[in-house]
Nanobody, 120 residues
Framework: QVQLVESGGGLVQPGGSLRLSCAAS????????MGWYRQASGKQRELVAS???????NYADSVKGRFTISGDNVKNTVYLQMNSLKPEDTAVYYC??????????????WGQGTQVTVSS
């Protein structure tokens, strides 16, 4: 159906920046929402940021002012620019997308995850 492939994770020092990318491929008739979630060790997965096909964005309070989500509707790609990173941002980051995989059927899809570690 739809595959999501993330890239851009890694190790960064506190105060540094990273940019995550997520590209969707497969049988796509359109997307509804794309976003990023994260799961730190021992914690539940939480929404970081999302963007609708109309460009409406939503952010977790903990990342407002530091992270920026953007998307490319034509390429079915979403980006997460992360600035002023903190150790508490350390987590596995998962790309999520709600796509129409037929003209009328909307599905929820996940990437495999990419590790982001913020440490000195």
């Amino acid at each position: 159906q739809v595959q999501l492939v993330e890239s851009g994770g890694g190790l960064v020092q506190p105060g540094g920046s990273l940019r995550l990318s997520c590209a969707a491929s497969g049988r796509i008739f359109g997307f509804n929402t794309m976003g990023w979630y994260r799961q730190a060790s021992g914690k539940q997965r939480e929404l970081v940021a999302s963007i609708t096909s109309g460009g409406i964005t939503n952010y977790a309070d903990s990342v407002k002012g530091r992270f920026t989500i953007s998307g490319d509707n034509v390429k079915n790609t979403v980006y997460l620019q992360m600035n002023s990173l903190k150790p508490e941002d350390t987590a596995v980051y998962y790309c999520n997308g709600r796509f129409y995989y037929t003209i009328t059927a909307l599905g929820n899809f996940w990437g495999q995850g990419t590790q982001v570690t913020v440490s000195s």
